[in-house]
């Protein structure tokens, strides 16, 4: 029995079949608390009905985090304090990068706090860099040989960060965790995870760092922050990285309850593109008779004219097939395709738009984040659609702007009417470059 598989984790044990410890090192924990009318389950701390969690014989299981395996009354804990037994190797930083004044000032604040173990906020823009704004905090994390992870709720976004992080941090051992991994797990100093598989940890690592914090389904899950608040040492940090921070988020900063570093400039040190807003007030009704707004036909073929490439965002897979249908009536001989979620070729769709196959994609909020297309612009028929929030459509306006050759890109928004989720993206958008104006004067001065 490799004893390392334990340190700071709760590692799942048939009690029936295990009788007795194997190492007296190794601490038994219970699974469920039962109690009158209701368990609660000491993995995703999620309080369940007797009647709904009731296995045969008096036992009880938990439903709602089965997917990491059935935690039941017939099970135990397996787990080991985190002793944090690495050795470091030097140079312990091998990235050689350059950051901006404004990143560097932002690095140092964060690696401060990290220092200091403290809740902290990176309210970064989109396209702000803040994957290398970590790399000083987290080097120093790691030559006091403290245990780090980095958790993000999607697959896609660790497995972007895995590569990126072995170049930068190339003597560390890390290991990468995620429901589709096929690799055993072992005993590292770095993690990168997804944020479910926090749960699989407890009172394990003296930093984490989650991103994209805004993101489904951590936002909206008790569970998973309470997985992240279980998987932290209790005097641990926590760092938070987003461009789009919650409600819940910007009330503990005004509160002094959670510190905050902004950034509010990209790389490239331009503003945000603003968002233009447009009436389209039947906009379906058009779609349906094959044509489309006539404001948004004429940003199209000013944006082809201009030879400037860009994104049509739609509000759900089902106005897919009736737009596209009315772009190629109105745009004829123009290079596109739709893609969306469940797209069984939406990978190779997306790298056709980056090797410059198409001219725009129709999309639905699938690509508001995680991908980068150089100067385009940005469109979203129905922006004040529900199913757009108000983070989403930050995100889906972030997409634009983001090269340095073209930082600026046209972001407009259709809407039937001027609604909560429209204005407050708008206003947000505004706050930052407020922000941004500031930083501005700052650099010119330094």
Not at 52 to 73: D, F, K, Q, W
Not at 159 to 170: D, G
Not at 208 to 233: G, H
Not at 406 to 432: D, E
Request: glycine share 4%; hydrophobic share 40%; proline share 5%.
């Amino acid at each position: 029995m490799d004893k390392s598989n334990y340190y700071g984790r709760r590692v799942l044990v048939n009690w029936v079949d295990q009788q007795q410890q194997a190492d007296p090192a190794i601490k038994v924990l219970p699974t469920i608390a039962v109690h009158a009318q209701t368990i609660r389950c000491y993995r995703c701390n999620t309080e369940t009905s007797k009647r709904l969690a009731a296995l045969p014989n008096g036992e009880y299981y938990c439903p709602h985090c089965i997917n990491l395996g059935r935690v039941s009354t017939l099970d135990k804990f397996y787990h080991v304090p985190e002793p944090n037994q690495f050795t470091v190797k030097k140079p312990v930083l091998s990235w050689h990068g350059q950051l901006s004044p404004l990143q560097e000032r932002a690095a140092k604040q964060v690696a401060s706090r990290m220092k200091d173990h403290q809740r902290q906020l990176l309210w970064a823009v989109t396209g702000a860099g803040k994957t290398e704004m970590m790399f000083k905090g987290l080097a120093a994390c790691l030559a006091r040989r403290e245990r780090i992870a980095i958790a993000s709720p999607r697959v896609d976004v660790c497995l972007e960060l895995y590569p990126r992080l072995q170049v930068a941090f190339v003597n560390t051992d890390m290991a990468i965790l995620h429901a589709h991994q096929e690799l055993p797990y072992h005993y590292a100093q770095l993690t990168i995870c997804t944020t479910h598989q926090l749960l699989r940890f407890y009172h394990a690592f003296d930093n984490l760092i989650i991103d994209e914090v805004d993101a489904f389904p951590f936002a909206a899950s008790p569970a998973l922050f309470f997985a992240s608040r279980q998987a932290v040492k209790k005097n641990g940090g926590i760092l938070y990285l987003t461009a789009t921070p919650s409600t819940g988020m910007i009330k503990q900063v005004r509160r002094q309850q959670l510190a905050v570093t902004y950034l509010p400039l990209r790389y490239h040190g331009a503003l945000l593109p603003t968002i233009h807003r447009y009436l389209a007030p039947r906009w379906r009704h058009q779609i349906k008779r094959g044509t489309l707004p006539a404001s948004l036909l004429r940003r199209m073929r000013l944006a082809v004219a201009n030879k400037h490439r860009f994104l049509l965002f739609v509000p759900h897979v089902d106005d897919l097939a009736s737009v596209a249908a009315a772009c190629r009536r109105s745009l004829a001989g123009l290079k596109f395709t739709t893609v969306h979620a469940s797209d069984p070729h939406r990978l190779s769709k997306v790298q056709g738009m980056r090797d410059h196959q198409y001219t725009f994609l129709i999309t639905t909020s699938i690509l508001e984040r995680g991908v980068t297309f150089p100067e385009i612009d940005v469109l979203v028929l129905g922006a004040d659609d529900e199913i757009f929030s108000t983070a989403a459509l930050v995100q889906i306006a972030g997409r634009a702007g983001r090269s340095a050759k073209r930082p600026t890109g046209h972001v407009g928004f259709w809407v039937s009417a001027h609604r909560k989720n429209v204005q407050q993206a708008v206003r947000q958008i505004n706050s930052m470059n407020r922000k941004g104006r500031d930083c501005q004067s700052e650099v010119s001065h330094l």
